[in-house]
Every structure is written in C-alpha cells, then in structure tokens.
C-alpha cells in the first residue's frame, strides 16, 4: 500500500505534474514526473486510469497493481518529485510483472530526463 503521504491527491498537483514536468511512455504506463520546490521534501503519487482501460473491475485492478508497484519504488524519484502515472488500455491485459517492468523503464528515463533539464537550466 502507497502510504498516504506520499499520493496526490488535488487536481492542480496532477496538473503541475502532467504539463511542466518530463514524460517517459511505455508499452502499459506512461510517467510524467516534475519536481516541486514548494511541497514536501518526499515524493508523490498520483494515478490515472481512464475507462479506456476496462470496466470498473479491470481499471481498480490496474490501479492496485500500479499502487503495490510504485510503493516499492519510491526510493527511485527525487525528493521533491511529483509523478503520475498514467495508464494505457493496454495495461488491463498486463500481468503485474510487466507493469513492474513498465513502470521501472518509466521511472529511470523520466528521472534521467528531469536531471538532464535540471542541468540545461542551471
């Protein structure tokens, strides 16, 4: 279980993270993560599962399937970062070992592309 603090949860913290921060797209999942000075010193969480993905059997089990997954990773992600994960209608066919495998692939590349950013502004 992702401890509650460490999930999004307003909206306009989902929408930070969506469109100021780095995107890395996957076969199941694709991570948008950024980094906000202003918050908590500790990463945050959030989840999107549209019903693109199935009913509202298969979208809960995708969700508690990325949730278990993401908990045990949160040791990956800056200490000021904000990710969303969003997944992909092909994440309701997907086993939870693949969308661990997604979900890592997703988190390196989109820590490696909020470092190299980080090194252009400075």
Same mark, same amino acid.
């Given at each position: 279980?992702?401890?509650?603090?460490?999930?999004?949860?307003?909206?306009?913290?989902?929408?930070?993270?969506?469109?100021?921060?780095? @995107?890395?797209? @996957?076969? #199941?999942?694709?991570?948008?993560?950024?980094?906000?000075?202003?918050? +908590?010193?500790?990463?945050?969480?959030?989840?999107?599962?549209?019903?693109?993905?199935?009913?509202?059997?298969?979208?809960?089990?995708?969700?508690?399937?990325?949730?278990?997954? #993401?908990?045990?990773?949160? +040791?990956?992600?800056?200490?000021?970062?904000?990710?969303?994960?969003?997944?992909?209608?092909?994440?309701?066919?997907?086993?939870?070992?693949?969308?661990?495998?997604?979900?890592?692939?997703?988190? +390196?590349?989109?820590?490696?592309?909020?470092?190299?950013?980080?090194?252009?502004?400075?």
């Amino acid at each position: 279980m992702l401890p509650a603090a460490h999930r999004l949860r307003r909206s306009v913290d989902f929408e930070r993270a969506v469109r100021r921060g780095v @995107r890395a797209g @996957r076969s #199941t999942v694709v991570v948008h993560l950024s980094e906000d000075r202003e918050g +908590d010193a500790q990463p945050q969480v959030g989840f999107v599962v549209s019903k693109a993905v199935g009913n509202a059997v298969h979208r809960n089990l995708v969700k508690r399937r990325l949730r278990a997954a #993401t908990a045990s990773r949160l +040791d990956m992600l800056p200490a000021h970062g904000r990710a969303v994960v969003r997944a992909l209608p092909s994440a309701a066919a997907a086993s939870f070992a693949v969308l661990s495998a997604d979900l890592d692939s997703g988190l +390196d590349r989109a820590v490696q592309r909020l470092q190299e950013r980080a090194g252009v502004d400075r």
